[in-house]
Structures are given as structure tokens and as C-alpha cells.
């Protein structure tokens, strides 16, 4: 299956990825053939492409990154926010980014005009009929090849040390890179197979690990051994080392439990400074530059240096510049560590996450009781929702991560065809008014609204045919303790073959095992209610938990800024794949809060926070001098009373003000500021 379809049809270009998501790009006077452009110099994989001739493009209300060539080189030039403006560009070689999905990459040389229209949708025109090559990168990724090795220490060795095959020999561009191409997924078997793709793209790095046997030691090194591509093996010893014989380089860790945070604060540093040196040698530069200097990271060096090399260089550098400079690493994982539980590393890796074991929790304050919700908690970001717990027990914060719902999740990547539906069921009819919630919030949502079916009284055979019938979201509002309850019986899911609704909000107390089990037959998460919390879920935090979910919030960051804002703690936890979104969300990647606070003489801080899903990006803020920065991080921007006007006016997200989350209308005052 190609991992993105292409189509011109009329005066449309039309793209559409593995997930559905889809882009379209308006022409005017296109015209084919023409001679295709070379991509390269573009540190990204381009899935597919088209080129044409044309006199004026459109695009959608996306942002944009703008660059051009120079001596080989791709120079950033300037980003494209939200604000209406004209751009007249000299004649050049462009490339153009937008932040669609699938990502867009327009490629043309010549003079342009580019404008922000009315629409918010962005037009670039020609004076002249232009050759454009529009090319496109897949947005999700899936994993192509599948690794198998013996159920022991040696073989999961065997297997860390290919898992960075998608990342290749890129240097500094891994940064970029981990963020697309998934790794290969893991099993178990008597005999050890690595496809022929698989090896012949694992790089040379020079780079060894090599700890002591044990799953123990293996789980923690794997985002180590992913991102550096390092050649992992166990040996008879107490602390695992790290060596890298051509540049001279031998690095001791501490035995467990610190190896855990010392491999992973390695992992930590190694990617964001990647990061760093790419986007400073492409001239653009992030505000987290002004904690070094050119001597410290020499970027003409270090972009061109291999993995041994750069990883020598970061490890001189003092730890106290780094924790100051770089935001703390918010995806962690904590897994108990045995061979059964391994085939989760590639899940884990695909999102950059650490690996870690549930004894250090406290350590981040991930272990129970340490990180509860609750109204006035604290900033509007003072949570933590990337946690992912493949354990017992897991802390109030984090979401049950089930093996089976990431593998599920690879199935949906693939409904190509099927119709992206959300199904509201009322079997208790005293609880109607729980399903105005979904229907409101999707049905409202701003700018586009989305289509919600609502069926009541559905009876057993009614409720398994809509279970196995492809679905975004289905939300069951009756009782599901232990099955679902219809006007004529029950129905256990584990006696379906397959459950193909692929969200589930589970709204009945103790629906626990309900989740379980539509995981098991094929769902990729469940919204439940659990049995050892206070049987307590008020209209206002349903409520507010939809609305985060229509804006594109993950369901279990939707959850926990639902209960900072709404009432409190309720009964509500996340089982399967934590941080899934329902479709057709927003071309952005993440969910976004607008934190703002008076300043005094008429002037207000704004707390900004982007949901990323995987690190490796950075943002703007729309302010005058705000700088680019890393994404993950609280960012605080100061501006007046025309800033608060104009962020009302061009954003959809949310906004934090004296406790409570208010949703901006650009046709209104905001109320609580007017």
C-alpha cells in the first residue's frame, strides 16, 4: 500500500495518507506534463509528488515555513502565522512547508506573490505560468517490516540494535527523521529473521552499548540505542558503559536504578541539541540558542559529523547550561521490564518516549498519589499527560497503556475507505442528557463542524453490528459493568469477533473491564470509569472533555484539563493507546491552551503550551519579537490589549483565564476581559 495517494483532478490537487487525512490544493490555469523538480535538498522523506504548471495556488489555512536555496544549502527565510498579509518574493529557488496533513512541500524558482486571504487560506501566484512540484510526506507513521528474535536477553539485544534502521546515517537530521519513520515492530520466535530492508538500513555508527544481562538493563537503553544507533550487547558486569573507539570516547553509567535517568537525560540531550545545530545551521534560530555559544557548539562541525562524534562533543558540555536551556522530556514509559512486555519498545520509540520501570516514578513525580488533578491545581500546564503506565497500579495521571490497543491502532491507519463516524448510544434513558455532550460538542465545533449519530434503546444485536462496523468514536452512555446493557439482554464484547469502533467512551461506572475487552477484539482506546475512585462524573467535566477532544486534544490530556477546569476529580481513566485523537482533527499536531493573566497597566502574560506528539518540532508564537522555540515547554509572552484582541480573533483553541476555560469567539468580545 503506498503510503500516500495522489490526484489531479480538475483545477485540485488532492493528497490523502494512510490515516485519511487529507489536503487540497486549488489551482488555477495547471497544466501537465512538467518537468518534474528534484526535491533534494529536503531532509525528508517525500512520499509522493506531482508537477504541473500553474498560474496561481491555493492552500489551506495551515502555517507555513518559507526557504530557499543558497549554495547548495536550504536557508529558512520567514514563517507565515495567521495575520493577512503580501509578500512579494524576488526571484529565487523557494521551498515551502505547510504544516498540513499530510505535510505539503511546494518547490518552484522564480518571482511569486504570497498573501494570507480572508479565509485564513494561503495564495501564492505567479506573474507567468510557473512549474511547481507540490510533494507530499506521509503524516502517520507505520511501521513496514517486523523483526523476530529469540525470547531472551541476547535476542531483544539483537533486536535494539536494528531498530534505528528508519533513521539511517542522517546526523544531525535525526531530529527531523525520528519523528516520521516508525521503527520496526518486535516478536518473538526460534529463529532470529532481520528483513534484508531492515539490515542494509542499519547504520554504522561505531557507537557500542554494553550492559549487563538482564531485561532490566535492556528496557532503558532502548531510545539510546533507536536515536544513536548504537550496537547493543550484554555482557558479565555491574554498570553499562557506552564506547565509541574512533573518536575515544568511553562512558560509564551508573549501575540501576540511576543508569535509567542518566541513559535517558543522554537521550534527552543528545536529540534537542540535534535539533539545535539543524535549525541554527538552516539560520534559523531558537531562543534556547542564548545558552551556548559558537565555541560550545560549533554548528558548521557538528552538522556534519558523525553520531560517536556529536555524542563526544555533547557529553563535555556542562549538565547544569543543559537542564537550564533544554525543556524537560514530557513522554515517559514506564513498563515492567520482562521479555513478554518488549514488543511495546517499538510503540515506544515511535513517539520518542523514555523507558523507564515503575520504582523510579517518584523521581518525576509519576507515582501515585504524587501528581492527582483537581480544581486549581495549579499553571494551566502544571500536569503531566504523556505518561504511559504498562503496570499495576498506575498513578492518577497516567493512562492503563495496553499493548494490544498500539497494534490495533496500526489497523485503523489503514481504513482507507471507510467513513469516519461518531456514534452516540443511550440505553439509560435517565441519562439522556449525557449524550447532549458528544452531540453538542461535535456538532459545534468550531470551524467545521462534524456529524454525530445518536441511536436510543439499541438492542443487543443492534449495538454488535454498530460495534463492528468501522467508527471513529462511540460513546455508550447505560450500564457497562462488565457488558453492555440493552433493553433485551446483555452483551459481552470478548463474544464478538471484532470491535471495529475505534475510540470508546465507556460512560457507565466500574466499565473497567469493558475497555479491556473491546481492546482486546480491536479498539485502540476506552474512555472508562473505574470502580476504585469515587462513582463521580459531573455534566460540566463530560462536557468540557468533548469539547477537547472535538478542538484535537489527546483523550488523556483532554481528561486531565477537563478535570484542572470543570469540577475536580471524577471516575474517568484511559485504557489502550493514551494519547489517540479522534480524525479529521485540525492539520496541526497538537492541542494547544492559551493561558492568560493580568500584568497590570493594561498589559496581560500569556501562557502558551503546544501538545506535540512526538518532540523534535518548534513553534512561533504569534506575537511581535516573540522567538521560535522548542515545543513541550511553557512559553511566556507579554503583550497588550490589541495582542489579546488578535489572539481571540485568529485561534479555535482554548483559553485559560482566572481558573477557568473559556472558548474564543472572534465575532465577540472576550467577556471576561471586555
Not at 527 to 538: A, F, G, M
Request: with cysteine; net charge negative.
Amino acid at each position: 500500500m503506498d503510503p500516500i495517494d495522489v490526484d489531479v483532478s480538475g483545477p485540485t490537487v488532492r493528497a490523502v495518507d494512510l490515516s485519511d487525512s487529507t489536503v487540497e490544493i486549488e489551482t488555477m490555469g495547471w497544466d501537465t506534463p512538467a518537468p518534474a523538480v528534484d526535491l533534494d535538498p529536503i531532509p525528508r522523506r517525500i512520499h509522493a509528488s506531482v508537477s504541473g504548471r500553474a498560474s496561481e495556488l491555493v492552500f489551506p489555512a495551515v502555517h507555513a515555513n518559507v526557504f530557499a536555496i543558497e549554495d547548495d544549502s536550504i536557508v529558512h527565510l520567514f514563517d507565515v502565522e495567521t495575520e493577512r498579509e503580501t509578500v512579494e518574493l524576488p526571484e529565487r529557488c523557494y521551498y515551502f512547508f505547510l504544516l498540513s496533513r499530510p505535510l505539503t512541500v511546494v518547490r518552484f524558482d522564480g518571482t511569486a506573490t504570497l498573501q494570507r486571504r480572508s479565509d485564513q487560506r494561503l495564495g501564492l501566484s505567479f506573474d507567468h505560468s510557473t512549474v511547481v512540484t507540490l510533494g507530499f510526506s506521509d503524516a502517520p507513521s507505520y511501521p513496514r517490516h517486523t523483526i523476530t528474535v529469540a525470547p531472551t536477553t541476547d535476542g531483544l539485544a539483537t533486536a535494539l540494535s536494528h531498530l534505528s534502521a528508519p533513521l539511517g546515517d542522517s546526523g544531525v537530521q535525526n531530529a527531523s527523521l525520528a519523528r516520521e519513520g516508525h521503527p520496526p515492530l518486535l516478536e518473538f520466535g526460534d529463529e532470529t529473521v532481520v528483513p534484508d530492508a531492515v539490515a542494509g538500513s542499519v547504520p554504522e555508527t561505531g557507537i557500542e552499548l554494553i550492559v549487563p544481562d538482564g531485561p532490566e538493563w535492556l528496557f532503558p537503553a532502548t531510545p539510546f540505542a533507536y536515536y544513536l544507533g548504537a550496537t547493543v550487547t550484554t555482557a558479565d558486569r555491574d554498570r553499562p558503559v557506552i564506547r565509541a573507539p574512533a573518536v575515544g570516547l568511553t562512558h560509564e553509567f551508573d549501575p540501576l536504578p540511576e543508569f535509567q535517568i542518566q541513559v535517558g537525560k543522554l537521550v534527552r540531550r543528545t536529540f534537542q541539541l540535534d535539533l539545535l545545530v539543524k535549525t541554527r545551521y538552516d539560520a534559523l534560530s531558537l531562543s534556547e540558542w542564548s545558552h551556548f555559544s559558537e565555541e560550545s557548539l560549533d554548528v558548521d562541525r557538528l552538522e556534519g559529523a558523525t553520531n560517536a562524534e556529536r555524542l563526544r562533543t555533547y557529553l563535555e558540555l556542562p549538565e547544569s547550561a543543559l537542564e537550564t536551556a533544554l525543556p524537560e522530556w514530557k513522554r515517559r514509559w514506564y513498563v515492567d521490564p520482562t521479555i513478554e512486555n518488549a514488543t511495546v519498545l517499538p510503540f515506544a520509540l515511535n513517539d520518542i518516549g523514555l523507558v523507564l520501570q515503575p520504582d523510579v516514578a517518584d523521581r518525576f513525580g509519576d507515582a501515585p498519589g504524587q501528581n492527582e488533578t483537581g480544581v486549581g491545581r495549579g499553571d494551566p500546564v502544571d500536569f503531566e499527560p504523556f505518561v504511559g503506565w504498562f503496570a499495576d497500579s498506575e498513578p492518577d495521571h497516567a493512562y492503563q497503556g495496553r499493548i494490544q490497543g498500539f497494534e490495533n491502532e496500526l489497523e485503523f491507519v489503514q481504513y482507507r475507505d471507510a467513513d469516519v463516524r461518531r456514534v452516540v448510544v443511550v440505553n439509560d434513558p435517565d441519562r439522556a442528557s449525557a449524550a447532549e455532550a458528544t452531540t453538542e460538542s461535535f456538532r459545534e465545533r468550531p470551524p467545521d463542524p462534524l456529524p454525530v449519530e445518536v441511536h436510543r434503546n439499541v438492542s443487543h444485536d443492534e449495538l454488535a453490528d454498530l460495534l463492528s462496523t468501522p467508527t471513529d468514536l462511540l460513546h455508550f452512555v447505560g450500564d457497562c459493568d462488565g457488558s453492555f446493557a440493552c433493553p433485551d439482554g446483555t452483551l459481552d464484547p470478548a463474544h464478538l469477533e471484532d470491535v471495529d469502533a475505534r475510540l470508546l467512551v465507556l460512560d457507565g461506572p466500574d466499565s473497567v473491564d469493558v475497555g479491556e475487552a473491546v481492546i482486546e477484539h480491536g479498539s485502540v482506546a476506552a474512555v472508562v470509569r473505574q470502580p476504585d475512585r469515587e462513582p463521580t462524573l459531573s455534566s460540566d467535566v463530560r462536557r468540557l472533555f468533548f469539547n477537547l477532544l472535538a478542538a484535537g486534544f489527546p483523550l488523556n490530556y483532554a481528561r486531565l484539563v477537563a478535570e484542572q477546569y470543570a469540577a475536580g476529580r471524577s471516575d474517568l481513566g484511559i485504557v489502550g493507546a493514551g494519547l489517540a485523537r479522534i480524525a479529521e482533527n485540525d492539520p496541526g499536531n497538537y492541542g494547544h491552551l492559551h493561558g492568560i493573566e493580568p500584568a497590570g497597566d493594561g498589559r496581560f502574560v500569556v501562557e502558551d503550551y503546544a501538545y506535540v506528539k512526538r518532540p523534535g518540532y518548534y513553534w512561533n508564537p504569534d506575537f511581535p519579537d516573540a522567538e521560535s522555540t522548542f515545543t513541550g515547554k511553557v512559553v511566556r509572552n507579554t503583550t497588550d490589549a490589541a495582542g489579546i484582541k488578535a489572539l481571540v480573533r485568529h485561534t479555535d483553541d482554548p483559553i485559560v483565564y482566572d481558573g477557568r476555560i473559556y472558548w474564543p469567539d472572534p465575532d465577540d468580545l472576550f467577556y471576561p476581559l471586555a
